[in-house]
């Protein structure tokens, strides 16, 4: 199983961007879906979440700016990116608890991490 992730980039602040993340290979189903971002000198932190049934979670730092959502069909995430500012700067990961194709369990899963600079 891979997540590739994709979209991140250069932007003034204030710009938008918007990630993509999808989950690749033998799997049974996706449970929650997620992204993550490690600031510089900074430990790694939650940024939003979303399960498999739609219900999204937050970080305080990006409520109102950041929307989470995903389409099962595709096996993927999104994370759409507004109103940036410099302190959004990071590198963001794609994290999936993912079934394995047999086991009641999940797994956990990153992606490969997108870069995310913003100007001011």
């Known amino acids: 199983v891979q997540l590739q992730a994709s979209g991140g980039g250069l932007v003034q602040a204030g710009g938008s961007l918007r990630l993509s993340c999808a989950a690749s290979g033998k799997f049974r189903d996706i449970d929650r879906m997620a992204w993550f971002r490690r600031p510089p000198g900074k430990q790694r932190e939650l940024v939003a979440s979303?399960?498999?049934?739609?219900?999204?979670n937050y970080a305080d730092s990006v409520k109102g700016r950041f929307t989470i959502s995903r389409d099962n069909a595709k096996n993927a995430v999104y994370l759409q990116m507004d109103s940036l500012k410099p302190e959004d700067t990071s590198v963001y990961y794609c994290?999936?608890?993912?079934?394995?194709?047999?086991?009641?369990?999940?797994?956990?899963?990153w992606g490969q991490g997108t870069q995310v600079t913003v100007s001011s």
């Open positions: 994290n999936a608890a993912i079934f394995p194709t047999r086991a009641g369990f999940t797994n956990d899963y």
């Open positions: 979303i399960t498999s049934g739609g219900r999204t």
